[in-house]
């Protein structure tokens, strides 16, 4: 079983910055896809970024190089560095994994960091 813990959302101004941390614990050396999703209120769920074991990553469209996924494997922890926020980045931002690369959906959740961005 894996455990996935956040931390890091807060409140920040429009334009500003954070770091989101998602730590891994159990079986964490299986997790080959690690990444991020969010949900602002009203909204579904949606996905925010990928990254894989070798450190390769995709993101959604909606990132437009404002967002950066590392990763620490010997750590098993995966990292978010948020730049440039806008209002409409408010959400709760869960991590998420999975042993596979073919990850959706993923097998394990994180409970949820809330990221507010104010105007």
């Known amino acids: 079983q894996v455990q996935l813990v956040e931390s890091g959302g807060g409140l920040v101004q429009a334009g500003g910055s954070l770091r989101l941390s998602c730590a891994a614990s159990?079986?964490?050396?299986?997790?080959?896809?690690m990444g991020w999703f969010r949900q602002a209120p009203g909204k579904e769920r949606e996905f925010v970024g990928r990254i894989l074991w070798t450190k390769t990553a995709d993101y959604a469209d909606f990132v437009q190089g404002r967002f950066t996924l590392s990763r620490d494997n010997a750590a098993s922890t995966v990292y978010l560095e948020m730049n440039s926020l806008k209002p409409e980045d408010t959400a709760v931002y869960y991590c998420?994994?999975?042993?596979?690369?073919?990850?959706?959906?993923?097998?394990?959740w994180g409970q949820g960091t809330q990221v507010t961005v104010s105007s």
């Open positions: 159990g079986r964490a050396f299986s997790l080959n896809a």
């Open positions: 998420a994994a999975a042993e596979s690369v073919n990850w959706l959906p993923p097998r394990y």
